[in-house]
């Protein structure tokens, strides 16, 4: 029949694009693999990221269907016991920190950003298949079908390329009854001249977004260390309360026994104030602890939700984490300064990102003057019908249209191209003065993190021989009241000096292991990979005198 053909059309345009559509979770996969193509992709331009440090787990829509909001309650109520070492605690934080998941869902977000927008440079089809019937006013009624195919292309001189190809059928059923079939094959360019033309133009938004993913991948690294950080910041002063109540506890039972024999001694031999001595002492050190087992249980309810775990779980710590800091050796740190900063500015993410920046900045000044040009614009199309309404796979071919021709939009108005330069002149003057402050941060932060770390050096040092002295003044207190020769008072000092000195040693442990890891963080050489912390190079330290000379204040006011 002569409508064969046009049927045919319209029954594979329908089979196709039946084929071509995917279900939602097809979709969805096919986004997640596009994400992950990318970040594979990107990670060769990273250094020190490992894309499989980035597994987004997204649920599925079903699941999301059959989730409800009282099953979400109800499963917060789980409870157990937990013991963690700071490396279970990190890749525990890992799995179910909020902050860290909305952070590899901005990385994830930006790939999809970057599918979104090189498909724009994709070859773009578009099928519509329509039949419809009408009744018009003279009552004649006609039933039509079309199908109407076309692909469009960006060009990367800033031209957009379409053809396409029109089928149809219309039948009227009353009146004179008849049909009519057509067909017809099309092509359209627009091509810029002037504003709009050139590849840097077209594809400034198709960089940006781009090295936007870049930016992502670098700060997500950067985020993963300083999230490990955190986590192992968080876990040792925990430890260190949980020294503390510990610390305080024991000073109480000594201030009992005190007070227990200042009440002897009070009989017959010493006089009843020093009793009110150690009673108040007794109910300071009482009070102290208190407060710490409150502080300590504050700390951990906080951790707890730092790591991802309902309030309902009991956790217990690694102890030995901070025994393993109180045997370790502590040295003169041998690194210099500018050594630190020239490392620093060879691997610091974030600095990384502050120099691409500054090129993205002054490249935007580009595209601004651009647009303040004429809008000059090559023209050309051409179209070609069937033939005759009998068949519409026959065309002459002598029997076209077309032409070309120039379009010119002159650019009287700019106002706002005008303002958009004058804006991008300034981001360019900020993040120049962004890039200037990089750089004196860093180095400042790491003249900071080195006198932090060796001042938390010396007072471990000094902290080691307070508890030494206070332990030895404890002793002879003890044996010299007993004797008669010293009063409760001293006593009571000695015992207080102990515990603050046991107190401030392991601030001062903890103080110094952490400034460690912040000076390889703000020298970019700290990784983190399969949930442990790694250090990207090794801090050598000589041994300390044993005496060290202090400085005086002019030296230091001159340096």
Not at 75 to 91: F, K, M, N, Q, T
Not at 282 to 288: C, F, V
Request: aromatic fraction near 8%.
């Amino acid at each position: 029949m002569k409508f064969n053909i046009l049927y045919l059309s319209i029954s594979l345009s329908i089979l196709f694009s039946m084929t071509a559509c995917k279900s939602p979770e097809e979709q969805l996969k096919a986004a997640d693999d596009g994400a992950r193509n990318i970040i594979s992709e990107k990670s060769d331009f990273v250094t020190r990221f490992d894309k499989e440090d980035v597994d987004i787990v997204l649920r599925n829509l079903e699941e999301i269907a059959e989730m409800d909001k009282q099953a979400i309650i109800d499963e917060r109520e789980d409870a157990g016991v937990l013991h963690l070492s700071v490396d279970d605690a990190l890749r525990l934080a890992i799995a179910n920190n909020h902050s860290y998941k909305r952070n590899q869902e901005d990385l994830y977000l930006a790939c999809l950003s970057l599918s979104d927008e090189r498909h724009r440079f994709d070859f773009l089809f578009d099928d519509v298949t329509e039949a419809t019937m009408r009744r018009d006013v003279n009552r004649e009624q006609v039933g039509a079908a079309s199908n109407r195919l076309s692909v469009s292309k960006l060009l990367s001189a800033g031209g957009t390329v379409t053809a396409g190809i029109l089928n149809g059928i219309s039948e009227f059923y009353t009146g004179d009854s008849r049909r009519t079939i057509n067909s017809l094959l099309s092509f359209n360019l627009v091509q810029p001249l002037m504003r709009g033309y050139g590849s840097e133009i077209v594809k400034e938004q198709l960089t940006q977004t781009e090295r936007n993913v870049i930016y992502e991948m670098r700060s997500f690294s950067r985020f993963q260390v300083n999230f490990s950080l955190e986590l192992i910041e968080r876990y040792y002063n925990l430890l260190g309360t949980q020294d503390q109540v510990k610390n305080e506890y024991n000073n109480y039972e000594r201030l009992v026994v005190s007070r227990i024999r200042a009440e002897n001694l009070a009989v017959d031999r010493r006089p009843e104030f020093e009793v009110d001595q150690t009673r108040q002492d007794e109910l300071q050190a009482r009070n102290r602890y208190i407060l710490a087992v409150d502080r300590y249980r504050s700390e951990l309810e906080d951790f707890k939700l730092f790591v991802g775990i309902t309030p309902n779980y009991r956790i217990t710590l690694d102890e030995g984490s901070l025994e393993k800091l109180r045997n370790q050796k502590y040295g003169i740190l041998e690194l210099d300064e500018e050594t630190a900063y020239k490392t620093a500015l060879l691997n610091r993410m974030d600095f990384l990102n502050e120099l691409d920046q500054f090129d993205d900045s002054r490249r935007k000044i580009n595209v601004a003057v651009n647009d303040l040009g004429a809008d000059f614009d090559f023209l050309a199309d051409f179209s070609l019908g069937n033939a005759n309404d009998d068949n519409i796979a026959k065309f002459n071919f002598k029997d076209w249209q077309g032409g070309v021709g120039v379009r010119i939009d002159w650019p009287l108005d700019r106002l706002n191209e005008r303002n958009q330069l004058r804006s991008q002149v300034i981001s360019f003057e900020r993040q120049l003065r962004s890039l200037e402050s990089a750089v004196d941060n860093i180095r400042t932060d790491l003249k900071d993190r080195i006198r932090s770390l060796e001042a938390s050096r010396k007072t471990i040092d000094i902290q080691k021989i307070a508890i030494e002295l206070a332990e030895r003044r404890v002793e002879s207190a003890n044996i010299l009241l007993e004797a008669g020769r010293a009063t409760t008072r001293d006593l009571l000092e000695a015992q207080s000096a102990f515990v603050t000195a046991k107190n401030n040693y392991t601030t001062s442990l903890i103080s110094y292991y952490l400034s460690r890891l912040d000076l390889m963080q703000d020298m970019g050489v700290l990784d983190l990979e399969q949930g442990e912390l790694k250090e990207g190079m090794e801090l050598a330290f000589v041994k300390a005198p044993e005496i060290e000379e202090l400085i005086t204040p002019n030296q230091v006011f001159l340096d």
